[in-house]
């Protein structure tokens, strides 16, 4: 582990180098550079930090030597995959980026190149896409002294982005894969804008925003939809701005839209953990219906009936039961197939009722004639999919009132009437603004 400490304003610059473990601390206004690096750094108190990646510009001498060095003392197999942190508390200033994110595969992984510098050709490593999604960079920032500071991470490959505890920030994070990204305790930002953001790896990925203020949040082209747990607990959306994200498409892959439970003290409190995600979505689906996207804003109205229906203190009738029957039928509204499936099942199940009342007909499901019974009286299914039907279109010739055909006729209307309005509703959403 190396150790360094300056009082110095100068200016560090660590280039194509492998640090297993160090600690650089400085005192007043000092910059550091570091490229093409790897190694956990813990960088304390600089006013900037930068960190860069080329693949497309590591020499080879440098690295020739640092790999036999590596490999000789088995420290790793492969440089490119070894997790890599870098760790800044209280810098007024943090840039992080690659050359370039989406790069072809090379037809040569070793070029022999002319460097103006030293005088001399000399070969170069090119890296495919392929070798940089094996790396295993991290980076977390975090500090409450500092006050403003400005962040900025663009075209890199992040196994882990965690920012937080900063007051006042300016952070332009885009055109970035990483498995894990997290924004905590965030207060009072002067600037945030995402874009551009989605999983590195989708099967075990995570994007959260806990207790932190994202009102003046920009969240532009975020594929949410490779994330496998998403959270925005306790932080303010409502007037954040959303524009061109991606979410799950299907409301039953929304169990990964999720967040944290709220744990005090040690305990776990599922009420009001249920409260800040119905409060969560609430506010998702505002911001989202005043960027105009109405289809997303839905998904997230059903998501926040899907926890308050899961609130203790509700009434059964008045709230219990409306909850359950919007979310059965039709999902609060966002899915017209599940209605129009109840429907037809209803509808069935009344037609199979409404047979077993006639007196000319006897349920035995080994007789074939019963089975052509049903394909005879095939037009009492239909009656029953009119709301307003009568009752004598449900009584054959022949046949004697019965009350339990009026009972029938009764339930029908009642119950597919309302299937109907679910239906027709989930069909209009698109028309509420």
Same mark, same amino acid.
């Given at each position: 582990? #190396?150790?360094?400490?300056?009082?110095?304003?100068?200016?560090?610059?660590?280039?194509? #180098?492998?640090?297993?473990? #160090?600690?650089?601390?400085?005192?007043?206004?000092?910059?550091?550079?570091?490229?093409?690096?790897?190694?956990?750094?813990?960088?304390?108190?600089?006013?900037?930090?930068?960190?860069?990646?080329?693949?497309?510009?590591?020499?080879?001498?440098?690295?020739?030597?640092?790999?036999?060095?590596?490999?000789?003392?088995?420290?790793?197999?492969?440089?490119?995959?070894?997790?890599?942190?870098?760790?800044?508390?209280?810098?007024?200033?943090?840039?992080?980026?690659?050359?370039?994110?989406?790069?072809?595969?090379?037809?040569?992984?070793?070029?022999?190149?002319?460097?103006?510098?030293?005088?001399?050709?000399?070969?170069?490593?090119?890296?495919?896409?392929?070798?940089?999604?094996?790396?295993?960079?991290?980076?977390?920032?975090?500090?409450?002294?500092?006050?403003?500071?400005?962040?900025?991470?663009?075209?890199?490959?992040?196994?882990?982005?965690?920012?937080?505890?900063?007051?006042?920030?300016?952070?332009?994070?885009?055109?970035?894969?990483?498995?894990?990204?997290?924004?905590?305790?965030?207060?009072?930002?002067?600037?945030?804008?995402?874009?551009?953001?989605?999983?590195?790896?989708?099967?075990?990925?995570?994007?959260?925003?806990?207790?932190?203020?994202?009102?003046?949040?920009?969240?532009?082209?975020?594929?949410?939809?490779?994330?496998?747990?998403?959270?925005?607990?306790?932080?303010? +959306?409502?007037?954040?701005?959303?524009?061109?994200?991606?979410?799950?498409?299907?409301?039953?892959?929304?169990?990964?839209?999720?967040?944290?439970?709220?744990?005090?003290?040690?305990?776990?409190?599922?009420?009001?953990?249920?409260?800040?995600?119905?409060?969560?979505?609430?506010?998702?689906?505002? #911001?989202?219906?005043?960027?105009?996207?109405?289809?997303?804003?839905?998904?997230?109205?059903?998501?926040?009936?899907?926890?308050?229906?899961?609130?203790?203190?509700?009434?059964?009738?008045?709230?219990?039961?409306?909850?359950?029957?919007?979310?059965?039928?039709?999902?609060?509204?966002?899915?017209?197939?599940?209605?129009?499936?109840?429907?037809?099942?209803?509808?069935?199940?009344?037609?199979?009722?409404?047979?077993?009342?006639?007196?000319?007909?006897?349920?035995?499901?080994?007789?074939?004639?019963?089975?052509?019974?049903?394909?005879?009286?095939?037009?009492?299914?239909?009656?029953?999919?009119?709301?307003?039907?009568? +009752?004598?279109?449900?009584?054959?010739?022949?046949?004697?009132?019965?009350?339990?055909?009026?009972?029938?006729?009764?339930?029908?209307?009642?119950?597919?009437?309302?299937?109907?309005?679910?239906?027709?509703?989930?069909?209009?959403?698109?028309?509420?603004?």
């Amino acid at each position: 582990m #190396s150790f360094l400490e300056t009082n110095e304003s100068v200016k560090l610059i660590i280039t194509n #180098s492998f640090i297993e473990h #160090s600690r650089i601390r400085s005192k007043s206004k000092t910059n550091i550079n570091i490229k093409n690096s790897f190694g956990n750094y813990e960088l304390i108190g600089f006013y900037l930090v930068s960190i860069n990646y080329n693949p497309n510009d590591i020499k080879l001498k440098d690295w020739k030597s640092l790999m036999y060095y590596l490999k000789k003392n088995k420290l790793i197999p492969d440089l490119l995959s070894f997790p890599t942190s870098f760790n800044i508390f209280g810098a007024k200033k943090i840039i992080a980026q690659s050359t370039s994110l989406f790069i072809p595969p090379p037809k040569k992984s070793l070029k022999l190149e002319y460097d103006p510098l030293v005088g001399s050709k000399e070969y170069k490593i090119k890296l495919s896409q392929s070798d940089l999604l094996k790396t295993r960079i991290n980076l977390e920032i975090r500090d409450y002294k500092i006050k403003s500071p400005l962040i900025n991470i663009n075209k890199i490959y992040l196994e882990r982005l965690v920012i937080s505890n900063l007051i006042k920030s300016r952070i332009n994070v885009s055109n970035i894969h990483a498995s894990l990204f997290k924004i905590n305790n965030l207060v009072s930002p002067q600037e945030l804008k995402l874009s551009n953001i989605s999983a590195k790896n989708s099967s075990k990925s995570e994007i959260s925003f806990s207790n932190s203020d994202l009102e003046s949040a920009l969240f532009n082209n975020i594929n949410f939809k490779n994330f496998s747990l998403i959270s925005f607990y306790k932080s303010t +959306v409502s007037e954040a701005k959303f524009f061109s994200c991606k979410f799950p498409s299907n409301i039953l892959n929304y169990n990964n839209f999720n967040s944290l439970e709220h744990i005090d003290f040690g305990i776990v409190d599922k009420n009001i953990f249920y409260r800040d995600q119905y409060h969560t979505f609430l506010s998702l689906k505002k #911001s989202l219906e005043k960027t105009g996207d109405i289809y997303e804003a839905q998904k997230m109205k059903s998501l926040a009936y899907r926890y308050l229906e899961k609130m203790k203190g509700l009434r059964f009738f008045q709230d219990v039961i409306p909850l359950k029957l919007n979310k059965w039928s039709s999902d609060h509204g966002i899915s017209p197939i599940k209605a129009l499936c109840w429907i037809i099942g209803v509808s069935g199940l009344l037609y199979f009722l409404l047979l077993l009342s006639f007196d000319h007909l006897q349920f035995d499901p080994n007789n074939k004639k019963w089975y052509s019974a049903l394909i005879i009286n095939f037009k009492y299914f239909i009656v029953l999919l009119n709301p307003v039907h009568r +009752v004598s279109d449900l009584i054959p010739k022949g046949e004697e009132d019965v009350n339990s055909i009026y009972l029938l006729s009764f339930f029908s209307r009642v119950i597919i009437g309302y299937l109907y309005y679910q239906f027709i509703a989930a069909f209009r959403r698109f028309g509420k603004i």
